[in-house]
């Protein structure tokens, strides 16, 4: 059975969701003449973690044609702050996503299938982006992020300031030799030797290096774990939410034993969230992960250590999940308000506070979820 999308779903709601689309790229703009390129980071990164469920969520609430207006938006900052290639890679990006999105939600596929199959969708494009990049960058895509960190921080006017703040906060090294005489005087402001400058730009070239060989695979787990998740468990509550208002004001009538009418909007089946957890099944094979990522992170041997690194954060992602998913059940048992219990568990996802409750929750079946085994039969008199 298809559903067909809205172009409009209230006029109110589309220019709100045109406005909030297009805000965060287009403040970005008026920043790239004295910030270099650190307004194109801030875009990558609001791409990477904001735009596909920004661009979902906007779909559902409130139509296609704001998102369309949205994404046009974002492409075309994209483009003005990193030329056609930024365009390309954000485009492999976010379009495979949201083209999933929409097709699912088209064909109102059961959520059962279509949160593994975004889930999929997100890996591949994350992967797809990575190996392009790699490609273009003759398959030296570290060395050479390393390598144009430093050029920009040699050449901005800001530059020695914030080499100096790197190492103040130890996230750089400086020779020994050349601590004393590290900082030189200058009319109003002070300026680095030519030598500390150059050895904290080797620190930095090193740093950016490493931390990219392991922030790299740790986003394609984590990214599409999280991000595929949120791109329908948000979208269609929150859309359902909407038109079950907008229904509401419209004065539709109510059911016959006087309920709720329900209001025409996909759902995918999709089961509370207060309810969701890990099967018992392949509950032990996530720890299983978590316990074996752990470890392999701190292998000697880079394949393991990538490998650790991956495993270790789709498993949290799998936990933090299902912790979210408990405090979610607690905050309704209190009565909580909804901005509440959306705004606490993604506070609390930015520690790892979720993971350990999800496993708590996963170990001790504290909302009574999951049936006890059942007890083997004595055989013996």
Not at 91 to 113: D, H, N, S
Not at 309 to 335: E, H, T, W
Request: hydrophobic share 50%.
């Amino acid at each position: 059975m298809k559903h067909q999308l809205a172009a409009v779903r209230s006029v109110k709601s589309a220019v709100v969701g045109s406005i909030l689309l297009m805000i965060p790229y287009l403040l970005l703009l008026p920043g790239r003449e004295i910030l270099g390129p650190l307004p194109a980071v801030y875009a990558v990164m609001l791409t990477v973690y904001l735009l596909p469920l920004g661009l979902c969520l906007v779909t559902m609430v409130c139509g296609t044609l704001p998102m369309l207006i949205g994404l046009i938006t974002a492409l075309s900052t994209i483009t003005t702050l990193m030329s056609t290639t930024g365009l390309m890679l954000c485009a492999l990006y976010a379009l495979p996503i949201v083209g999933a999105f929409l097709t699912l939600v088209q064909m109102q596929v059961p959520f059962k299938k279509s949160c593994p199959i975004l889930i999929g969708v997100h890996v591949a494009a994350l992967a797809l982006v990575f190996a392009v990049s790699q490609k273009m960058a003759g398959g030296d895509l570290y060395n050479r992020a390393g390598v144009a960190v430093a050029d920009f921080l040699k050449s901005w006017d800001m530059g020695d300031l914030l080499l100096y703040e790197f190492y103040s906060m130890g996230l750089i090294d400086l020779r020994e030799s050349l601590r004393d005489n590290a900082l030189q005087s200058g009319l109003y402001t002070f300026t680095l030797s030519d030598a500390a400058r150059e050895d904290m730009l080797l620190s930095v070239k090193t740093m950016i290096t490493g931390q990219l060989q392991l922030l790299i695979p740790n986003l394609i787990a984590t990214q599409s774990i999280q991000g595929g998740v949120a791109c329908l468990l948000l979208p269609l509550r929150f859309g359902y939410l909407a038109e079950e208002k907008r229904a509401f004001l419209r004065d539709e009538p109510m059911g016959e034993l006087g309920e709720k009418q329900k209001v025409d909007f996909p759902t995918l089946d999709m089961p509370p969230f207060q309810t969701w957890h890990i099967p018992r099944g392949i509950g032990w094979q996530v720890g299983v992960a978590l316990i074996g990522g752990y470890l392999l992170r701190y292998s000697r041997t880079f394949a393991l250590r990538i490998a650790g690194i991956m495993l270790y954060g789709a498993a949290s992602s799998v936990f933090m999940i299902q912790g979210a998913a408990f405090i979610n059940f607690i905050q309704k048992r209190r009565g909580s308000r909804r901005f509440w219990r959306v705004l606490v568990p993604l506070l609390l996802m930015t520690t790892p506070f979720l993971t350990f409750i999800g496993i708590f929750d996963q170990m001790n079946n504290a909302r009574g979820l999951r049936k006890p085994p059942e007890p083997k039969e004595d055989t013996y008199l």
